[in-house]
């Protein structure tokens, strides 16, 4: 009997189903109720709904039964973690398949590193899709390992489980008509695209969308949320570790339902998931600002299925997947039951880590000569953190003098920060300061630096600079604090400078470790290496930095340090 089949067999109740599961108030995403009912499973899909036997029958003892929940857009890399050790952190918070931009990793090993990643995440029990890398680089202005050219990306859409193409960051480019950015939406493959457009309102907006980009996660305030669904985008609302902007937008669940709207992490540290849950930790959380459990619901699941066209997700239905999860409330969202494909969860198997993925940091040696910064006065142009928030602001800002050049102060909470390049041993450093940090001493490194992943390093002496940036080249990559010619506190991330191939216990510990030492070291704005991380983002407003300088990201152009000049 084939697989079908046998599925109408159990349906019409004519053969036993593999699983049932009874007692539960089971969710039906399509109605928004709560039904007194069995789930017939077979062969891992739901084969009906209704009164049903089976060889095994579990007792949802009056829990709330709902769909696994889809993570609409994140990056496995912002985890640290090998795929294997994400889904072990992820699964029993609810969050049974995830769609990821592989870019970070295309930025530093090319095409083949995504290749590599979509084996590893295959025979998983949590489900990876991939979008394909649309921006690598980002910008003119950063430096990856190499390009992605159109061949790279048909080459990815052909894979299974690549579901288009990924964030467009350069959305100047699209808006302006850019040739390349326009022959990549051409491609085949690519009539599904995810994007990326920060701060972009008005007829901007619409040439966006009228270029057929039809999500975006960027959004921050009402007004920027409201434009883009009415523009018949969908609304992917964030929750990540830094860029926290679920509480902003929940006002248009709130007014206009929650239609074309879905939740994503976006970039999330593993201590962040490991406290605060994941998906399910924004279902929490909506709900806590008044949003309806069911709204919520929808949002974690159906809807990001919806969007990526994941038709087998996101509903408890007749030939839907058995992904299902037994919840004892509709308060915090923690499952006590997961159930993938109708089955219990079980351990992911490791898949092996090839030598060429790791020891991606080449830089030349540096000193402290090597970011030191002649100066002969005046105002510079100086990257502003705005708190939770992924973009900054551009300020004018006058730094200290010593014997001629610019120099850190912590009495002007200015910073000196650094871009050096390392995958090919260009020496090319971008240098300039940073506001609002709260950093009062020692230096921050990171080989996590969007998108390019360059290496980042903020400090307040030239020294310790050098000092992070020479440690992180010895161990391969990661991130690490330093403080009177010591590492206070590192997190190893050898495999291609973005991911630890350390246990999920041990990369938690490690990462805590690394930013209670950069609080003890005075920083005081949101979660420290990802802000350093995105300060090299050069598609986000409104000053960022590269090893090829400072970036306006407003004008898109390179622009001096010298606040005078233009």
């Known amino acids: ?36 009912v069995d789930i017939a499973v077979v062969d891992g899909v739901v084969a009906g709904l209704g009164a049903y036997e089976g060889d095994e029958t579990l007792d949802a003892d009056g829990r709330f039964v709902v769909p696994g929940f889809v993570d609409a857009h994140m990056h496995l890399e912002s985890v640290k973690l090998l795929v294997d050790e994400f889904a072990r952190l992820v699964l029993p918070f609810g969050t049974t398949a995830v769609v990821a931009d592989p870019h970070e990793i295309a930025n530093v090993l ?59 960051m350069n959305f100047p480019g699209v808006v302006g008509g850019s040739a390349a950015e326009l022959s990549k939406l051409a491609l085949e493959g690519a009539a599904h695209v995810d994007g990326h457009a920060p701060g972009l309102r008005g007829k901007e907006l619409q040439a966006y969308a009228a270029a057929g980009i039809a999500s975006d996660h960027e959004a921050l305030t009402v007004e920027e949320g409201r434009e883009r669904l009415r523009a018949g985008m969908w609304l992917l609302i964030r929750e990540a570790s830094m860029a926290r902007n679920l509480r902003a937008l929940l006002p248009l669940v709130l007014e206009y339902g929650p239609g074309r709207i879905a939740f994503c992490t976006d970039d999330r540290d593993p201590e962040d998931i490991a406290d605060g849950g994941h998906i399910n930790g924004m279902v929490r959380d909506a709900v806590a600002q008044g949003v309806t459990p069911e709204d919520a619901l929808l949002m974690a699941s159906l809807h990001p299925a919806q969007w990526h066209g994941l038709g087998h997700l996101g509903a408890i239905a007749p030939g839907y997947q058995a992904d299902l999860l037994l919840l004892p409330d509709l308060e915090r969202f923690v499952p006590d039951i997961v159930l993938k494909r109708g089955r219990p969860l079980r351990d992911a198997v490791s898949a092996p880590v090839p030598d060429w993925v790791r020891q991606t940091v080449r830089i030349r040696p540096v000193t402290a000569a090597d970011f030191a910064i002649p100066w002969a006065g005046g105002a510079a142009r100086t990257i502003g953190l705005i708190e939770d928030q992924v973009v900054t602001e551009s300020l004018a800002r006058e730094p200290a003098l010593r014997d001629g050049h610019a120099v850190a102060d912590a009495g002007r909470d200015l910073a000196k920060i650094a871009v050096v390049e390392r995958h090919l041993a260009s020496g090319r450093i971008g240098l300039g300061f940073v506001a609002g940090s709260g950093l009062q001493r020692g230096a921050l490194a990171s080989t996590v630096a969007h998108d390019a992943h360059n290496l980042v390093v903020v400090g307040m002496s030239d020294e310790e600079m050098a000092f992070a940036v020479e ?96």
């Open 1 to 36: 009997m084939s697989h079908l089949a046998r599925r109408l067999a159990v349906a019409r109740g004519d053969a036993p189903a593999d699983l049932v599961v009874r007692g539960g108030r089971v969710f039906s995403v399509f109605t928004r109720e709560w039904l007194d």
């Open 110 to 168: 090319g095409v083949d590193g995504v290749h590599w990643l979509l084996d590893a995440s295959s025979g998983l029990q949590l489900e990876v899709f991939f979008m394909a890398p649309s921006c690598v680089p980002a910008s003119p202005f950063e430096s990856p390992r190499r390009p992605l050219g159109p061949g790279d990306l048909e080459a990815l859409m052909r894979r299974r489980r690549v579901l288009g193409l990924a964030e467009m």
């Open 471 to 566: 440690h992180l080249a010895r161990i391969g990559g990661g991130v690490v604090a330093v403080a009177d010619g010591r590492v206070v506190a590192d997190c190893p991330l050898p495999v291609a400078g973005l991911l630890s191939d350390a246990p999920l216990a041990e990369v938690i510990a490690e990462s805590r470790a690394c930013n209670q030492a950069a609080a003890e070291l005075g920083w005081s704005g949101a979660t420290p290496f990802l802000t350093l991380a995105f300060l090299a983002l050069s598609v986000i407003p409104a000053l960022k930095i590269t090893d090829r300088g400072l970036v306006d990201v407003d004008r898109f152009a390179l622009v001096p340090l010298d606040a005078t000049r233009s």
